[in-house]
């Protein structure tokens, strides 16, 4: 289930785009301005995110400059202004693709889907990430580890894919709940040291002294090739 953000100052609006993302099998984050808009970058780390430019604290095009710092995520520029000039400034600001008021939502999913399509390309390229002790299979969503395949539950797969993804990254505690169990389970740590422990101990060589499923006490976790 892919993660989109959308972040509109208009609520009517962004209830509606919320009921029928969610229709269309998305899980979705939503935002009434920028700063929340960034918080959401931040901590959830979305797959999606579609922006109107419009916002009441920071300028839109100002928001994708700031996500554009740290994150690749395609931004689907949702606005009201048509003027070309406007285009433009946030295509250079590192958006992927812009969307007009008024719109049709059959429209906008087709633009969401030629993201996708982007993405799952990125994820083929990367194919197997192999460390020796085990190869994670990113494009078949598997783990071989002595030539048989190992069995993950999903929550495991999401944890191991968030960490390979980001090698020599620290992911923090609440990043890491907030992208595989969702928005509101920051403050659930628990759930990471049982999980990661069973990483562990289908994983490492030495589960008691792992080399690749690090921890960083009191902050997160890192993946180390």
Sequence with gaps: MRTVLVVDDEAQLLRALQVNLQLEGYQVLTALDGTTALLHAEKNHPDLIVLDLGLPDINGVDVITRIRRSSTT???????????????????????????????????????????????????????????????????RKVIRGGVTVRLTPRE???????????????TQQQMLAKVWGPGYEGE?????????????????????PSHLLTEAGMGYRFEP
């Design 189 to 209: 740590t628990h759930y990471l040291r049982v999980y990661m422990g069973q990483l562990r101990r289908k994983l490492e060589a030495q589960p008691a002294r």
């Design 157 to 171: 797969w999401a944890i191991l894919e968030l960490l390979v993804r980001n090698p020599g990254r620290l992911i």
């Design 74 to 140: 395609p931004i689907i520029v949702l606005s009201a202004r048509h003027g070309s000039v406007d285009k433009v400034r946030a295509l250079d600001a590192g958006a992927d693709d812009y969307v007009t008021k008024p719109f049709g939502l059959d429209e906008l999913l087709a633009r969401l889907r030629v993201a996708e399509r982007r993405l799952g390309t990125s994820d083929a390229e990367e194919r197997t990430v192999d460390v020796g002790d085990f190869a994670v299979d990113l494009a078949n």
